[in-house]
Nanobody, 112 residues
Framework: QVQLVESGGGLVQPGGSLRLSCAAS????????MGWYRQAPGKQRELVASIGGGSTNYADSVKGRFTISRDAKNTVYLQMNSLKPEDTAVYYC????????WGQGTQVTVSS
């Protein structure tokens, strides 16, 4: 049974920081590339960052502000700095490309 549990979201002021965590279990996730995705109200889910094969990739909108990383315990992180109101969304982690299994996501709200 695949399980993805995201955490670390919250309300933050513009310019602030958050660190998201994703605990993955099942299906040997450690061998796969992983990604962080987000979905803002009224918009499609989009890829924010991915990590795998020794490389990381970022959407243009978050380059230089977000950093994706992972540890040996199947946890994937997303460090988000210099947050902007347009970063407000529900953030999800999944394999990259994504599998059909999605977690509940974690809400990030950037507002003053």
């Amino acid at each position: 049974q695949v399980q993805l549990v995201e955490s670390g979201g919250g309300l933050v002021q513009p310019g602030g920081s958050l660190r998201l965590s994703c605990a993955a279990s099942g299906s040997a996730f450690s061998i796969y590339a992983m990604g962080w995705y987000r979905q803002a109200p009224g918009k499609q889910r989009e890829l924010v960052a991915s990590i795998g094969g020794g490389s990381t990739n970022y959407a243009d909108s978050v380059k230089g502000r977000f950093t994706i990383s992972r540890d040996a315990k199947n946890t994937v992180y997303l460090q988000m700095n210099s947050l902007k109101p347009e970063d407000t969304a529900v953030y999800y982690c999944n394999r990259f490309p994504p599998s059909k299994y999605w977690g509940q996501g974690t809400q990030v709200t950037v507002s003053s």
